[in-house]
């Protein structure tokens, strides 16, 4: 019951965080930066993508994952370059963060402690767009790796967030707060930035650009355009995977083109809407996938602690791989000699 749930609220959540927002990210920078109308950057995603996850043309998804990797490099490089540039800023940023969530501002028009839920809610939001924690969707991503202990590629699935959300997203938010686009006494943008910033969805772009110029400002919607569109494939085979578990393999066809036929949607609508239907459909698929989290915590544990006994304890022991009996029995044997990950 809960794989079905799952596998629906998945294909439901492939149109909106994996791709209606990300496209719409691409497009509201292409614009800013580059003035290039929408709906002409929602042609254009969509041809490639089509010919990606339609024409079978994978050379332009292995280049993309190429050039990602630099682009993020990049990015922590050009927010690195802020932070040191603002560094005298810090205490300033980070009382306004704390007297933001926390203050009795946050509470004005409410009953006190309204402004601690909502920053509790758009962080929760925020960060499982972010990470993708708690959702489930990695697991399609690290199932196929031929690594044969599980608490190792589970460490690598724990540090993604980390580095996802407590490096780059800190980084991200430090820049934006120490630029002079945001009143820290109000936490507005300052008005004469609002209507670039806000409606157009490219506060980074925007901040790079007075930092380093017209080159900065392009580098940011560059690599959003890369980041963004990277992500579109990638959720374009966890909703295939969705769609065929839930109706056959015949299926995955039709969901394909109506995936790349969204992609123009998510280009010219509203962000807004666009943001809302993601944390709607995100949190529909955490439902049946927490529970099952919550159920597997035990055999996390044993798995974990079986781990931990024989690589840092060093005892003698057999490994525990796996709950299913052909997967323990295939795999513990080259796992003993040394073979194997």
Known sequence: MLAVLFSIFCFLASFGIGNMTQVNSISGNMEAVFGVPKWITGVVILALVALVILGGLKRIASVTEKIVPFMVILYIVGTLVILVTNLHQIPAVFGAIFKGAFGMKAAAGGLVGSG????????????????????????????????????????????????????????????????????????????EWEGVAINNSNLMSTIFGEQFGFAGSAFVAVAVMLFAFSTVLGWSHYGSTACGFLFSDK??????????????????????????????????????????VLVLCPVVYKITKNYVDRHMRRQDIEPMLSNFKDIQEENAPLVRSGKAE
């Open 251 to 292: 299926a995955v066809l039709a969901y394909r083109i109506i995936f790349v036929v969204a992609i123009f949607g998510g280009a010219v609508m509203g962000e807004n809407l666009a943001w809302d239907i993601a944390d709607t459909l995100n949190g529909m698929m955490m439902i049946p996938n927490l529970i099952g």
């Open 116 to 191: 601690i839920k909502l920053a509790i809610e758009q962080g929760a939001k925020r960060g499982v767009f972010s990470n993708e924690a708690g959702l489930g969707s990695s697991v399609m991503v690290h199932s196929s790796s031929n690594v044969k202990e599980p608490v190792r590629q589970g460490m690598w699935g724990i540090f993604e967030v980390f580095a996802d959300t407590i490096i780059v997203c800190t980084l991200t938010a430090f820049s934006i707060l120490s630029s002079d686009l945001v009143d820290l006494s109000t936490g507005a943008v300052v008005t």
